[in-house]
């Protein structure tokens, strides 16, 4: 079974910059599509960007386009370069994967069927 491991969490000031990245436990494990989804307490998980496997493109939440970019490397890790932090941003961030290709929208966390375990984001003002 494979498993996902985030890492580069961290404290930040709002304007600043933060970068996660997430590794497969199976270096040649290549699931259909990515992503990268948030969620704080007392609310549901979000999808924040995701990105298909062989593109070099990624699909955005609104609220992260044009400070957020997705991107994934040849040794198939994952990478979320986050910019311009708000407060808003604060959140677990959650690494995911599906693995078969059975489709759905990247962004709806039901469509995926490989979970890290979070790596917390904290952007103080």
């Known amino acids: 079974q494979v498993r996902l491991v985030e890492s580069g969490g961290g404290s930040v000031q709002a304007g600043g910059s933060l970068k996660l990245s997430c590794t497969a436990s199976?270096?040649?494990?290549?699931?259909?599509?990515m992503g990268w989804f948030r969620q704080t307490p007392g609310k549901e998980r979000e999808g924040v960007a995701c990105?298909?496997?062989?593109?070099?493109?990624g699909y955005y939440a609104e609220s992260v386009k044009g400070r957020f970019t997705i991107s994934r490397d040849s040794a198939n890790t994952l990478y979320l370069q986050m910019n311009s932090l708000k407060p808003a941003d604060t959140a677990m961030y959650y690494c995911?994967?599906?693995?078969?290709?059975?489709?759905?929208?990247?962004?709806?966390?039901?469509?995926?069927?490989?979970w890290g375990q979070g790596t917390q984001v904290t952007v103080s003002s």
């Open positions: 990105i298909y496997r062989d593109a070099n493109d």
């Open positions: 199976i270096s040649t494990y290549r699931p259909y599509y």
């Open positions: 995911a994967a599906q693995s078969r290709g059975s489709g759905g929208s990247c962004m709806r966390e039901d469509n995926f069927d490989v």
